[in-house]
């Protein structure tokens, strides 16, 4: 990523909606969203949704976790972020080689056992392995 253009990392199984476009893409001038999630990278009608969610406000663009790396080797100009709609991928992608210093965590789902942190993120012990395995790998995880 070129010095000066920040690069902003997320989870948020919402992926493209209202908090990101009316919050977060105006309070950090951000001109493109990249989203990473296997699943909707190779679904054009779910691509096609999320695309009209960001309102022509910032380019979306859909990755699988493998294409990452690579994409962020010539990223667009201008401040961005990459939103995953799961801790295990943003983890996958710091264990392919990705340098992530922060993940901020937007939407973290209910699951049987999971414990309410904020009312959009509710936090397993399996997400608790994933923040303990992501911080033993350097990243702060915040949310």
Known sequence: MPDGEPLRFRVDARLVHATLMNAWVPKFGLSW?????????????????????AMDAADVRFFRCAQL?????????????????RMQDALHVVGLGLSMHRLVLGNVP???DSTELYPSVHLSAEHDALITSLRRLGVEVVA
Do not use: K
């Open 33 to 53: 969203i990249w989203v990473v999630d296997d699943e909707v990278a190779a679904d054009p009608r779910r691509r096609h949704i999320y695309e009209m969610s």
């Open 69 to 85: 790396l690579e994409a962020l080797i010539n990223p667009p100009r201008g401040a961005g972020i990459v939103v995953f709609a």
């Open 110 to 112: 209910r699951v049987d």
